[in-house]
């Protein structure tokens, strides 16, 4: 156990729809990192924030949002969901805000666009 | 843009025998570089990492080894077991502090042990 939390740990909805998925730290972590990894493909890093600021941006749609709360937790949102947005979705959290130390990644959520 | 180039994308090896991944990364303001190992149906765990002041870091039967100059870093396995059968990611990241960060992940090695 990476001490990193996801809710839910499945989900299922239809095109079209919005999904909001959470993620809370590790305890005295400050930064958040989310990741899509589609089936059988590598991880692909979405978003970085830190300390509820965002701190960098990688691969994500206009359709997806995030943000970073005061207690820290991050909410991924999907918006306009498409079949292909059907992947796992990790957060990852950290100490530093560059990005360059360990990651302890959550379980994930497994969303299905049918 | 930069990417992150990983192979072999499958490797299959006897147990005890070694296993040898290869990332190659464009962005030369990298400087961490961090292997991660995903077992099927779990998250990716850190098992090494590097940082670009460094030319090679061991762990056991594990060791990274890096080329600033080629821009690329390697992950060597020895004395290969079973439960070492896992996807294999390696990442280039160049921290942000004032700026931005980059984190780009390799595409994948999924490493497979035969008894």
């Known amino acids: 156990d990476s001490g990193v939390t996801q809710t839910p740990k499945h989900l299922i909805t239809a095109t079209g729809q919005r999904v909001t998925l959470r993620c809370s730290p590790r305890s005295g972590d400050l930064s958040v990192y989310w990741y899509q990894q589609s089936l059988d493909q590598g991880l692909q890093f979405l978003i970085h924030y830190y300390n509820g600021e965002e701190r960098a941006k990688g691969n994500i749609l206009e359709r997806f949002s995030a943000q970073q709360f005061p207690d820290l937790h991050s909410e991924l949102n999907l918006s306009s969901l498409e079949l292909g947005d059907s992947a796992l979705y990790f957060c990852?959290?950290?100490?530093?805000?560059?990005?360059?130390?360990?990651?302890?990644f959550g379980p994930g959520t497994r969303l299905t666009v049918l | 843009g930069e990417n992150v180039e990983q192979h072999p994308s499958t490797l299959s090896v006897q147990e005890g025998d070694s296993a040898v991944i290869k990332c190659t990364y464009s962005?030369?303001?990298?400087?961490?570089f961090p292997w991660y190992k995903q077992e099927l149906g779990k998250r990716p765990q850190l098992i090494i990492d590097i940082r670009s002041n460094v030319g090679e870091k061991k762990d056991q039967r594990i060791a990274v080894t890096l080329n600033k100059t080629a821009k690329h870093f390697s992950l060597h396995i020895t004395e290969t077991q079973p439960e070492d059968s896992a996807v294999y990611f390696c990442a280039a990241i160049r921290p942000g502090y004032s700026s931005a960060s980059k984190i780009i992940f390799g595409s994948g090695t999924r490493l497979s042990i035969r008894p």
């Open positions: 962005d030369s303001a990298s400087n961490y």
């Open positions: 990852a959290s950290s100490v530093t805000s560059g990005g360059a130390d360990t990651q302890y």
